[in-house]
């Protein structure tokens, strides 16, 4: 490899990492935020935040590879022509189409890697989210309930909130529960509660020493109980499901759906729709590294932020363009021949055309001819 090839890829790969770690950090800490909210409604459960990051982490890689990618190359472009290295390359007998093969030595790897996670890595890891929500799901109510949270099950029907027992033999210290009735609203407290089985297998919460506050929205009209023992029946859902039935209704999703079942189920439009967002994504990582080139070349007397925004504009355009596609396909606007390539053509034909308004050599300018 020659110093000037040396040179372009360590830089490439160097500003990539940075930038790949940079957005992990963003993306993980916009997640976790959204997770442990989740967690502490009650939607998903505390023990399974650090699964749902690490599959969700895995889906974003893509997406997150290919815009590390793009930013890596514009970067080290325009760099060099900051700092007028660009200089010394053109009076070595290089060009900017020179830059090309260096930059496909990063992109090439860099897109067998995403499309190894669009075609296989993100669809599974779609399936363990799903099968982490629908466990949570099938779970008792009563192991959803967490001392010092509240928490919702039946759809926020039944809100929990317990403390840590006091006494041997309790599954929970002072409880909260709130039951929302068809005509009343049931408030319960108590001092302590249980669990316990009835003769028919069925589940309850014996709530002990408390009151039962029965209210009425948007009405004066209150009933107050007090009681010794109260038994509140428990959900459980998961008896009669079997590991094989939760991986098949996880698979029910498109997106997680295996590569191979995607091409079984061809003439449906969602399995084309996403089909071609699985195939346009290594695609678009060598569309966009190759595109970074001609958009990097910028006049270092000129402003930095007008050519890295146009830039960054430009490859959110192509992103959403992508997204636009796949939804037309799906609705079936657009046919699926069309749709694959025709926003990577276009694309392509403008890092063409730009690529070759860099190379061109212009005429320069008549000055005019001087009377006496």
């Known amino acids: 490899m ?4 040396r040179s372009v890829v360590s830089e490439i790969l160097s500003h990539g990492g940075v930038v790949l770690s940079t957005l992990i950090v963003v993306w993980l800490s916009v997640l976790l935020v959204r997770l442990l909210g989740d967690a502490a409604t009650g939607r998903i459960g505390a023990e399974v935040v650090l699964g749902l990051a690490v599959f969700s982490s895995v889906t974003a890689l893509p997406v997150i590879l290919t815009v590390s990618l793009f930013i890596a190359v514009l970067t080290t472009v325009t760099r060099n022509y900051r700092e007028s290295e660009m200089v010394v390359w053109f009076s070595s007998g290089l060009s900017l189409g020179n830059w090309m093969r260096p930059v496909l030595y990063c992109a090439l790897p860099t897109a067998l890697i995403v499309s190894s996670l669009t075609f296989f890595g993100a669809p599974w890891a779609y399936r363990q989210i799903a099968e982490y929500h629908q466990r949570y799901e099938l779970r008792s109510d009563l192991s959803k309930v967490s001392t010092g949270e509240f928490v919702e099950t039946e759809g926020g029907e039944r809100v929990f909130f317990s403390e840590d027992p006091l006494s041997e033999g309790d599954d929970l210290g002072q409880v909260v529960v709130r039951i929302q009735g068809d005509e009343w609203q049931h408030l319960i407290t108590a001092d302590s509660a249980y669990t316990e089985f009835a003769d028919n297998g069925d589940r309850f919460l014996v709530l002990r020493d408390g009151h039962r506050y029965d209210l009425t929205p948007g ?4 009933r107050l109980f007090s009681f010794d023992r109260y038994g509140v029946r428990m959900e459980n859902r998961d008896e ?4 094989e039935a939760i991986r098949e209704q996880a698979e029910q999703q498109l997106k997680a759906r295996r ?6 189920q061809f003439e ?6 996403h089909f071609m967002w699985r195939l346009a994504m290594p ?10 080139v001609p958009l990097g070349a910028v006049n270092p007397r000129l402003g930095r932020g007008g050519d890295i925004l146009i830039a960054g504009l430009l490859a959110l355009l192509y992103m959403n363009l992508i997204n636009l596609s796949r939804g037309w396909i799906n609705k079936g606007v657009l046919p699926f021949g069309v749709g694959v390539w025709l926003v990577h053509a276009l694309f392509a034909l403008l890092m063409v055309f730009l690529l070759w308004q860099r190379l061109r050599i212009k005429k320069p300018r008549k000055q005019p001819s001087a009377t006496v």
């Open 219 to 222: 009405q004066a009209e209150m």
């Open 268 to 273: 449906q439009g969602g399995a084309q729709a």
């Open 2 to 5: 020659s110093l000037f090839r």
């Open 240 to 243: 009669d499901t079997t590991p």
């Open 259 to 264: 590569s191979a079942t995607l091409l079984g």
């Open 283 to 292: 695609l678009a990582a060598l569309n966009l590294a190759m595109l970074a």
